[in-house]
């Protein structure tokens, strides 16, 4: 006799499984996160952070659901100790009041493919702003030891003095020492948690 039951657990073994997710942790030894900034208006320098951590949580389709990233404030390196001490200080990051650097993902603007602009809040000397960051999924793949693996790529500017980094020296020739504009790159890699 035919139960009503078994008609249920049927659909339900049949439907689609819409709370599906991944979560991919960064794995630090193969992920960049860099910046860009002017520098007496004819060059740039350009430096990274060397510690941080971060995960991130995605659907079926590779949408994303969560997401945060963790950076050390202190661990800024331009490849020169007497500037990164300055950058450390309180005329710039000021890294004993503010130690970490955060952004927390909110939502995807827009996809189109493997593309996506993404919005989150980006927390940097205190100030909290709401950020986009144009990303792309280069793929997934399965490494010689069984891990799977996905590598993203991204970039944003943001403008330091919305976050409160005024410090600032005026040259002679017009222009200022630092610029205010900060591009970033991120080349990120995740491991998928087992």
């Known amino acids: 006799m035919f139960k009503p039951q078994w ?3 049927i ?16 794995d630090p030894d193969h992920t960049h996160i860099g910046f860009s900034i002017k ?5 740039n320098v350009k430096g990274k952070f060397n510690t941080f951590s971060g995960t991130v949580e995605v659907d079926a389709k590779d949408k994303i659901k969560k997401g945060m ?19 450390r200080s309180p005329d710039f990051l000021d890294v004993e009041k ?19 602009v ?3 809040d980006l927390t940097l000397h205190g100030v909290t702003k709401e950020v986009e960051l144009e ?8 490494d010689p030891w069984g891990n799977h693996r996905a590598g993203v790529t991204g970039t944003t500017e943001i403008d330091r003095k ?6 600032n020296k005026l040259l002679e020739t017009g222009g200022f020492v630092v610029g205010e504009k900060v591009k970033i790159g991120l080349e990120v890699e995740g491991i998928l948690k087992k």
């Open 7 to 9: 008609l249920v657990a």
């Open 11 to 26: 659909i339900f073994m049949l439907a689609p499984q819409t709370g599906f997710s991944e979560v991919y942790e960064i």
């Open 39 to 43: 520098h007496m208006v004819i060059s």
């Open 69 to 87: 990233v963790v950076i050390d404030a202190a661990s800024i390196d331009t490849n020169h100790l007497k500037r990164d001490k300055h950058l």
């Open 98 to 116: 503010f130690p970490k650097i955060t952004f927390k993902y909110k939502a995807t603007k827009s996809q189109s493919g493997n593309r996506y």
């Open 118 to 120: 993404i919005i989150g």
């Open 135 to 142: 990303m792309e999924l280069l793929g997934k793949v399965k």
């Open 162 to 167: 919305d976050f409160g980094i005024v410090w």
